[in-house]
């Protein structure tokens, strides 16, 4: 599987910058409808993702409560970044890659230097092993 035909290249991916404040991530994600977001940092390398989930467990603390929005304008996006969603390579395998995407929407594509590149979803994924082929993105 030739992944660079599937790609969504990050040009056309929402992501976050992993020094975003938690406002301010919590607020692309919901502009965008998105339930888990790629996250790198200033020099494009790949940090991880954040989901809607991570969100919402930062928000209560430890003893239960909400933290209000103001004491979340002191964290990052880097706070809660979570790295159960590995990126591969560009040139990953199939097995690499369907690995990856059993357990996610999309799989994170990072190059030789781990820097994002874009995404490959599910679906491209599935229309690949059924010989569908990508979809035609206009």
């Not at 035909?5 to 938690?22: G, R």
């Not at 200033?42 to 004491?71: C, H, N, P, Q």
Request: aromatic share 10%.
């Amino acid at each position: 599987m030739n992944l660079a035909y599937y790609l969504t290249p990050k040009s056309n991916v929402a992501y976050l910058y992993d020094d975003y404040t938690f406002r301010q991530g919590l607020e692309k994600m919901r502009h965008h409808g998105y339930t888990v977001i790629p996250v790198i940092d200033r020099e494009g390398r790949y940090v991880g993702t954040v989901s809607e989930g991570d969100f919402l467990w930062k928000i209560l603390d430890s003893d239960g409560t909400a933290a209000s929005m103001k004491d979340m304008e002191r964290l990052h996006v880097r706070d809660i970044v979570s790295w159960n969603r590995l990126p591969v390579r560009i040139t990953a395998d199939e097995e690499k890659i369907l690995g990856a995407a059993m357990t996610q929407n999309f799989v994170s594509v990072v190059d030789d230097y781990d820097c994002f590149i874009g995404i490959v979803t599910r679906r491209d994924i599935m229309r690949h092993l059924t010989g569908q082929g990508p979809e035609k993105r206009v």
